[in-house]
């Protein structure tokens, strides 16, 4: 459902580094003997121009998804149609070949076939709902410590290549955003119990994770949840309660389009839940976009507050971990 747009999530975040990270860049640097062998990934600051490490867009989103899946697998086991292996060749019966083999056309029947996974991330035949952006330093970071490592043999204990040297960074900040949109609310929960994870150090970020690097601390700054398309609706009770997709969708008479939730398997009318933390209502109702938003700007906090009011928007998300619960409970593959 990429051709209207119901509702939105969007939230904005902080990654901080628990220990040494390393994202390589792709460049080659044997040209450069002054350079280490494997130096972090860098791009010109946004704001000053600047040279600067930062977190590639797709670095985060692929350590999201995957951890998604580890959860959807976790709790609802494994098969193509829970979670389908998206880089798997001809006959591994992922999403896109599954699809095609199929001769699926229509954008419902695409959709009702898709797993669990790639109805949020999206694969290559079919456009994510699920948006990142890179993450930057506030200001440009360039100058980074260098480790030396060396390769182990197995059978002397030895140095068996090496030393070869890598840049880590080792503190800063990073900050980013994420959007959802046409979400259900099972997939918000999902989401939240990736970023949960991540933000407490049990998911590792970059290069050498099972040799102690990519430890991070992931805080959100600021969420906010927007209907896009809801001028003065009376229908809807957008500061007290969460809707997911199936729950918006409306003919033009104003009725319910059950139709159109069952041709893309949508939860359907019961896809809300009220909230159970107060946050900042927006009706806009000249622009028809209604918001709730929780938190406050990144550049509102300090290092005392930032805890403590990431703590305060996970605990308002925290209600749609409730509907992926139940979509859990009830789901039949």
């Given at each position: 459902m990429h051709k209207r747009r119901v509702n939105e999530l969007q939230l904005q975040y902080v990654?901080?580094?628990?220990?040494?990270?390393?994202?390589?860049?792709?460049?080659?640097?044997?040209?450069?003997?002054?350079?280490?062998?494997?130096?972090?990934?860098?791009?010109?600051?946004?704001?000053?121009?600047?040279?600067?490490?930062?977190?590639?867009?797709?670095?985060?989103?692929?350590?999201?998804?995957?951890?998604?899946?580890?959860?959807?697998?976790?709790?609802?086991?494994?098969?193509?149609?829970?979670?389908?292996?998206?880089?798997?060749?001809?006959?591994?019966?992922?999403?896109?070949?599954?699809?095609?083999?199929?001769?699926?056309?229509?954008?419902?029947?695409?959709?009702?076939?898709?797993?669990?996974?790639?109805?949020?991330?999206?694969?290559?035949?079919?456009?994510?709902?699920?948006?990142?952006?890179d993450a930057f330093p506030p200001a440009p970071i360039d100058n980074l410590p260098v480790r030396q490592n060396v390769a182990i043999d197995r059978l002397s204990g030895g140095v068996a290549a090496g030393p070869f040297d890598m840049e880590v960074a080792l503190e800063g900040e990073f900050h980013s955003q994420l959007t959802l949109y046409n979400f259900e609310l099972w997939q918000v929960g999902l989401l939240i119990l990736a970023l949960r994870d991540i933000g407490e150090g049990r998911v590792r970020l970059g290069f050498a994770k099972s040799r102690g690097l990519g430890e991070v601390h992931l805080y959100l700054t600021q969420a906010t949840v927007s209907y896009p398309g809801q001028f003065a609706s009376s229908a809807f009770t957008f500061d007290k309660t969460f809707y997911g997709a199936g729950s918006l969708v409306k003919m033009k008479n104003g009725a319910a389009d059950t139709a159109f939730v069952r041709a893309y398997d949508y939860v359907g009318q019961t896809d809300q839940i009220g909230w159970e933390v107060n946050g900042a209502y927006d009706p806009d109702e000249v622009w028809g976009r209604p918001s709730l938003r929780f938190g406050v700007a990144p550049d509102q906090l300090t290092p005392a507050t930032l805890a403590s009011n990431h703590n305060t928007i996970m605990g308002a998300l925290a209600v749609s971990v409730k509907a992926w619960a139940q979509f859990v409970r009830e789901y039949k593959g």
């Amino acid at each position: 459902m990429h051709k209207r747009r119901v509702n939105e999530l969007q939230l904005q975040y902080v990654i901080k580094p628990a220990g040494p990270i390393l994202i390589k860049s792709g460049g080659e640097t044997a040209l450069n003997p002054t350079l280490p062998e494997m130096t972090f990934v860098r791009t010109r600051h946004p704001q000053t121009g600047d040279t600067t490490i930062y977190l590639p867009g797709s670095s985060l989103k692929g350590v999201i998804r995957s951890h998604s899946e580890r959860i959807i697998r976790t709790v609802l086991g494994d098969g193509p149609e829970t979670c389908c292996d998206l880089l798997g060749g001809r006959g591994s019966q992922n999403c896109q070949e599954r699809i095609k083999s199929r001769r699926l056309k229509e954008a419902p029947e695409q959709y009702r076939e898709l797993c669990l996974a790639c109805r949020i991330f999206g694969h290559m035949d079919h456009a994510s709902h699920f948006l990142t952006a890179d993450a930057f330093p506030p200001a440009p970071i360039d100058n980074l410590p260098v480790r030396q490592n060396v390769a182990i043999d197995r059978l002397s204990g030895g140095v068996a290549a090496g030393p070869f040297d890598m840049e880590v960074a080792l503190e800063g900040e990073f900050h980013s955003q994420l959007t959802l949109y046409n979400f259900e609310l099972w997939q918000v929960g999902l989401l939240i119990l990736a970023l949960r994870d991540i933000g407490e150090g049990r998911v590792r970020l970059g290069f050498a994770k099972s040799r102690g690097l990519g430890e991070v601390h992931l805080y959100l700054t600021q969420a906010t949840v927007s209907y896009p398309g809801q001028f003065a609706s009376s229908a809807f009770t957008f500061d007290k309660t969460f809707y997911g997709a199936g729950s918006l969708v409306k003919m033009k008479n104003g009725a319910a389009d059950t139709a159109f939730v069952r041709a893309y398997d949508y939860v359907g009318q019961t896809d809300q839940i009220g909230w159970e933390v107060n946050g900042a209502y927006d009706p806009d109702e000249v622009w028809g976009r209604p918001s709730l938003r929780f938190g406050v700007a990144p550049d509102q906090l300090t290092p005392a507050t930032l805890a403590s009011n990431h703590n305060t928007i996970m605990g308002a998300l925290a209600v749609s971990v409730k509907a992926w619960a139940q979509f859990v409970r009830e789901y039949k593959g």
